[in-house]
């Protein structure tokens, strides 16, 4: 029997280490007050976990979520205590690369205009999304160490590029474009190709000729080019101008940092590891913030943004919706944390949100 079969949606929750243990909670409150048919499951895969009995991820984990569950809600993976950083390796990169949830999609909104550190930089501005390649790159982890130790020492890091990983992910976003409009119910017009190919110039040749290929199929859409470095220079001089942006996995994880500090900053990103038809994984973009964990003031909107996407992503939009404007009622009234100009701790804030959703 299929399993999957059913008209609950069910979704795994893995909050993982440091302040995923606390937004994840809100993001789940909010959810559950939204009233949404969704059957919801923990896990304790993180570093806790891995500290006392060695597991990453249980035998079998992937195929089992796959199997089991239409989504999955992550928190964050990090804990100094784990120098070597392998379970956050096995269970985050593991259920991007194992999964080959291809696409990470993260969303670009600035909420309300005193987020933002530009002046005179409105929230119309600022609505964009970055599409990172998600299974390849620097990420597979390709490449060694020889001479370890001596002054002969010599590094390997791999840049994997195939052209069905590249294809797919530049295909991916022109689709995003084609079929969704900015919050102002605009469409979107551009998809504009970022990398270093002046530089790195066997990969970059190869994400060169597949996006003019790939773009040559979409006429109504824009095709752009920008090298990162510059790109990082524009998205702060003047986000006007991005639409659909996308790009490798090393660059995605870069410049979606940068592109959060023009949101209010990690707390309030969100993002999505999608392959249509599986799986998908959810997850803010900030990670596990060991200083701040514990102590109930990280910021919750990132988290909850991000089950909204979930929610979206199962077709359940009404609610996704209604999430997201008590988002930015909140944003609004200053019922938030610290980070973003408000009094309120991490569960005070989640429960401000979901009193809304709720009401
Ligand atoms: P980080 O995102 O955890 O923190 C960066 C900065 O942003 C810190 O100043 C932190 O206090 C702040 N911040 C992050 N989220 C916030 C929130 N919700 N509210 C308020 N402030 C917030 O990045 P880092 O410090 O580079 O990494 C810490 C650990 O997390 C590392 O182990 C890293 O590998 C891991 N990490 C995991 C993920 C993930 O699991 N998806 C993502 C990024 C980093
Ligand atoms: C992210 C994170 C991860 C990444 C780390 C924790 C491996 O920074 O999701 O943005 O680089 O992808
Ligand atoms: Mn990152």
Not at 296 to 316: D, E, K, Q, Y
Request: hydrophobic share 40%; proline share 5%; glycine share 10%.
């Amino acid at each position: 029997m299929d399993s999957k079969i059913g008209t609950r949606k069910r979704i795994a929750v893995i909050p993982g280490d440091g302040i995923g243990q606390e937004v994840i909670p809100q993001a789940v409150k909010v959810i559950q007050a939204s009233g949404v048919g969704v059957e919801l499951t923990n896990f304790d895969w993180g570093a806790d976990r891995y500290l006392r009995d060695g597991t990453t991820v249980p035998p079998d984990g992937f195929a089992m979520l796959a199997r089991d569950f239409d989504a999955i809600l992550v928190g964050a993976f990090g804990d100094p205590r784990v120098k070597t950083n392998i379970h956050a390796r096995e269970i985050l990169l593991g259920m991007r690369f194992k999964m080959d949830l291809y696409a990470n999609v993260r969303p670009v909104r600035l909420l309300d205009a005193a987020l933002c550190p530009l002046k005179g930089v409105e929230p119309k501005d600022v609505d964009f999304v970055v599409i990172r390649e998600n299974t390849e790159g620097v990420y597979t982890d390709a490449g060694g160490v020889f001479k370890q130790g001596t002054p002969d020492e010599i590094a390997i890091q791999e840049d994997i590029n195939t052209r069905k990983g590249v294809e797919r992910i530049i295909r991916y976003a022109f689709e995003h474009c084609k079929r969704h409009t900015k919050l102002d119910g605009s469409p979107r017009n551009k998809v504009l190709m970022c990398d270093k190919s002046n530089a790195m110039t066997h990969a970059g040749g190869l994400w060169q000729r597949v996006f003019r290929e790939v773009s040559g199929e979409y006429p109504h859409i824009a095709a752009q080019h920008m090298y990162v470095d510059a790109l990082c220079m524009q998205m702060v001089r003047d986000p006007r101008q991005f639409d659909v942006i996308v790009t490798n996995n090393m660059f995605g994880d870069i410049i979606t940092d940068l592109a959060a500090g023009l949101q209010g900053g990690l707390g309030m990103a969100a993002s999505g590891n999608v392959h249509p038809g599986k799986t998908s994984m959810f997850e803010p973009v900030h990670g596990s913030a060991p200083p701040i964990a514990g102590q109930n003031v990280a910021n919750p909107f990132g988290a909850i943004l991000t089950a909204a996407m979930m929610l979206n992503h199962l077709g359940m939009t009404a609610p996704a919706e209604k999430i997201e404007a008590a988002v930015l009622d909140a944003v609004r009234q200053k019922k938030t944390t610290q980070d973003i100009g408000g009094t309120l701790g991490t569960r005070e804030t989640g429960e401000w949100v979901a009193n809304i959703v709720g009401g």
